[in-house]
């Protein structure tokens, strides 16, 4: 899909990759519909694009305020032709024996049933597009299982195959579909969380190069406009893409290693 001239939702738009692909989106001619939980996190995207973003505080989680957000959308600029889904939450960083209902509970309603009231309010508008997109985010937790953040993969391995099944089933239609599964991109997740992040993966992740969120950005809409299914953003998602597909039980055996420390 073009973007230029486009109307995308992005949810998650006040800060990191959210809000990189929002100003991204701009840049390439598109006018957005900023989601977030906060209305203040917004508010910096609003006055550095006048007229070109229009902000919603919607709590995802909540079905019925995601269903009635496509037509308040629509009723304030005219017509939905994308969404981009960038909202999720990690885990604690602790072994699922340790990990409570209530956090448990947290991650899976944000990162998977989040992800479905929006697919499923939104699509059916997308539908009637003579053009359009839809963009969920997973991880690299989607596709190698990742120690101390068993429930956050699993929930993001649920998109994964969520956003590959509505691929398949919409290959007729107007809408492409894209999974994008991040690598390691100077975010704040971990604060925006509620996440304690451990000593020694701070002190790790001034080690390896981490993306900035501006270059996943470009990715992700280089990859709508490609109508990539896949979008890997890194080295290090395509190299653990490549490493668990041939090798499963080594790669395993390699991430369990490096997460060793954070579970002790």
């Known amino acids: 899909m073009k973007i230029k001239s486009k109307i995308i939702a992005v949810t998650g738009a006040g800060g990191g990759i959210g809000s990189a692909i929002v100003s991204r989106l701009i840049e390439r001619g598109a006018e957005v519909a900023a989601i977030d939980l906060k209305a203040e996190s917004m508010i910096s995207l609003i006055e550095k694009y006048p007229g070109k973003v229009t902000a919603y505080a919607v709590n995802i989680t909540d079905r019925q305020s995601v269903d009635k957000l496509p037509e308040q959308i629509i009723a304030d600029l005219g017509a939905i032709d994308g969404i981009i889904h960038c909202a999720g939450i990690i ?19 944000v ?50 195959l969520l956003t590959e099944a509505l691929y398949a089933e919409l290959l007729s239609t107007n809408v492409g579909v894209s999974v994008v599964f991040p690598g390691a991109t100077e975010t704040s997740i971990t604060q925006n969380s509620g996440v304690k992040r451990p ?40 190299f653990m893409n490549r490493f668990y597909r041939f090798s499963p039980t080594r790669a395993t055996g390699f991430i369990a290693k490096k997460m060793a420390s954070l579970l002790e």
């Open 111 to 160: 990162n998977l049933y989040g992800t479905i009231y929006i697919n499923k309010a939104f699509l059916p508008h997308l539908l009637k597009r003579p053009e359009a997109h839809l963009v969920n985010f997973s991880s690299m937790g989607g596709f190698l299982p990742v120690p101390g953040q068993a429930i956050y993969g699993a929930s993001k391995a649920g998109v994964k």
């Open 91 to 109: 885990q604690p960083f602790v072994k699922v024996t340790e990990l409570d209902y209530d956090a448990i509970d947290k991650v899976i309603n």
């Open 199 to 238: 000593k020694s993966s701070a002190e790790d992740a001034k080690k390896y190069k981490m993306l900035a969120p501006e270059k996943v950005a470009e990715l992700v809409v280089e990859g709508v406009e490609k109508n990539k299914l896949q979008i890997f953003t890194g080295t290090d998602s395509n």
